[in-house]
């Protein structure tokens, strides 16, 4: 059978990618692991907000809210989103990316100055000898990432896609215009390969012959500890310290913490440095009033950035039917819903949709030639 899509990468972009597609023409989804989701997807806990990212990763995060808050019917069993809220904290001198938040501003997505003994109030374990200033993002929400994963495959499948597990591409050629993509299990024929393969995303395109798009996978680390005794998770906003990039969650009762570190690394099945949890720890007993007796669970994730961190979709400049998807960075799961719905009017259309034309050309390949 010849496949008129096939999906490299089962992560939240390739599943919703492979949602998207399913429509138009026969699907296939290859994941390498025995999971799809099981890297970067499946170790997120992520936020949506409109005011994350460079102004292209705004424009895509603000395309996905649509979908967000009103899913298609039956897509999902539960809320994607719960409300949560997200205050940013200078703890230093510069205040420049607190007043670059404040810029943001609109009605319906305000973005408000707080005084120091009102955010100490909101959150207790903050030191206010070590709070500058303060803002405060109210429609920032959790995004139940295990429901949005299972319903986009569940919806690709219920749609006719079928998906296979334990495939890891190891070559792949095209003859006739059709494409011959090998594992070590099976060969599979398809007209058009799409590229979502993560942080292994490069090295797919060095397979297919497509030049390299410059992507860099970076480990970032994460902690789960016990709040205070006083403190009740569920009432608690995310905490963001602008300087230093690290950041606090609520997570299931608990508070999930990051030193918001970007290390540099290859592709691989990410694991936390002792170091660096050594180092969070440290930092958030002298930054916090927080006292940590136990590390409860810690874990790492890649994210994948190219040189402009704006994510890459589009068709290769040199190596045709070979649609990149890949360079979502730490962004990858709010932008999910709008960059498969580019990818799917790319492919099918040609050209993108009126959600989408505002920022397509700034995500093609060809911007990083």
């Given at each position: 059978?010849?496949?008129?899509f096939?999906?490299?990468?089962?992560?939240?972009?390739?599943?919703s990618a492979?949602y998207e597609?399913a429509?138009?023409g026969?699907v296939?989804?290859?994941?390498?692991e025995?999971?799809?989701g099981?890297?970067?997807?499946g170790?997120?806990?992520a936020?949506?907000t409109?005011?994350?990212g460079?102004?292209?990763?705004r424009?895509?995060?603000?395309?996905?809210?649509?979908?967000?808050?009103t899913?298609?019917e039956?897509?999902?069993?539960t809320?994607?989103?719960?409300?949560?809220g997200?205050?940013?904290?200078a703890q230093g001198?510069d205040?420049?990316?607190?007043?670059?938040?404040?810029?943001l501003?609109?009605?319906?997505e305000?973005?408000t100055?707080?005084?120091?003994?009102?955010?100490?109030a909101?959150v207790?374990?903050?030191q206010?000898?070590?709070?500058l200033?303060?803002?405060?993002e109210a429609?920032?929400?959790?995004?139940d990432?295990?429901?949005l994963?299972?319903?986009?495959?569940?919806?690709?499948?219920?749609?006719g896609a079928?998906?296979e597990?334990?495939?890891a591409?190891?070559?792949?050629t095209?003859?006739?215009g059709?494409w011959n993509?090998?594992?070590?299990?099976n060969?599979y024929f398809?007209?058009?390969i799409?590229?979502?393969?993560?942080a292994?995303?490069?090295?797919i395109?060095?397979?297919?012959?497509?030049r390299?798009?410059?992507?860099v996978?970076?480990?970032?680390?994460?902690?789960?500890?016990?709040?205070?005794?006083?403190?009740?998770?569920?009432?608690?906003?995310?905490?963001?310290?602008a300087?230093?990039g690290a950041?606090?969650?609520?997570?299931?009762g608990?508070?999930?913490?990051?030193?918001?570190?970007a290390?540099?690394?290859e592709?691989h099945d990410?694991?936390?440095?002792d170091?660096?949890i050594a180092?969070?720890?440290?930092w958030i007993e002298?930054e916090?009033?927080?006292k940590?007796?136990k590390?409860e669970?810690?874990?790492?994730g890649?994210?994948?950035?190219?040189a402009d961190?704006?994510p890459?979709v589009?068709?290769?400049t040199e190596?045709?039917?070979?649609?990149?998807l890949?360079?979502q960075?730490g962004?990858?799961?709010m932008?999910?819903?709008?960059?498969?719905?580019l990818t799917?009017?790319m492919i099918n259309?040609?050209?993108?949709?009126?959600?989408?034309?505002?920022?397509?050309?700034?995500l093609?390949?060809?911007?990083l030639?």
């Amino acid at each position: 059978m010849t496949y008129d899509f096939l999906i490299i990468g089962g992560g939240i972009a390739g599943a919703s990618a492979a949602y998207e597609l399913a429509p138009y023409g026969s699907v296939l989804l290859l994941e390498m692991e025995d999971t799809p989701g099981f890297h970067a997807t499946g170790r997120s806990a992520a936020l949506f907000t409109r005011n994350y990212g460079n102004p292209v990763v705004r424009q895509v995060n603000n395309a996905s809210a649509a979908f967000f808050h009103t899913p298609p019917e039956g897509f999902s069993e539960t809320h994607l989103l719960t409300p949560r809220g997200l205050l940013t904290v200078a703890q230093g001198d510069d205040t420049s990316e607190l007043d670059a938040l404040l810029a943001l501003s609109e009605p319906g997505e305000e973005v408000t100055k707080l005084n120091v003994d009102d955010a100490c109030a909101m959150v207790p374990f903050l030191q206010p000898n070590r709070v500058l200033q303060v803002v405060f993002e109210a429609n920032v929400a959790d995004i139940d990432v295990a429901s949005l994963q299972s319903s986009y495959l569940k919806g690709a499948k219920a749609r006719g896609a079928l998906i296979e597990t334990k495939q890891a591409v190891i070559a792949m050629t095209r003859t006739g215009g059709i494409w011959n993509v090998q594992t070590a299990r099976n060969s599979y024929f398809t007209g058009i390969i799409i590229n979502a393969a993560g942080a292994w995303a490069d090295q797919i395109g060095a397979i297919a012959g497509a030049r390299s798009i410059g992507l860099v996978p970076k480990r970032r680390t994460a902690i789960m500890i016990k709040p205070p005794s006083d403190v009740i998770c569920s009432t608690l906003p995310a905490v963001d310290f602008a300087v230093s990039g690290a950041y606090l969650k609520p997570e299931g009762g608990m508070l999930m913490a990051s030193p918001g570190d970007a290390t540099p690394t290859e592709p691989h099945d990410a694991w936390p440095d002792d170091m660096d949890i050594a180092e969070l720890a440290d930092w958030i007993e002298r930054e916090t009033t927080i006292k940590i007796t136990k590390i409860e669970h810690s874990w790492a994730g890649l994210r994948s950035f190219v040189a402009d961190e704006s994510p890459v979709v589009g068709y290769d400049t040199e190596v045709s039917n070979f649609f990149w998807l890949a360079g979502q960075g730490g962004f990858g799961i709010m932008m999910a819903p709008a960059l498969a719905i580019l990818t799917s009017e790319m492919i099918n259309t040609g050209r993108p949709g009126l959600q989408s034309e505002d920022f397509a050309h700034a995500l093609s390949p060809g911007r990083l030639l």
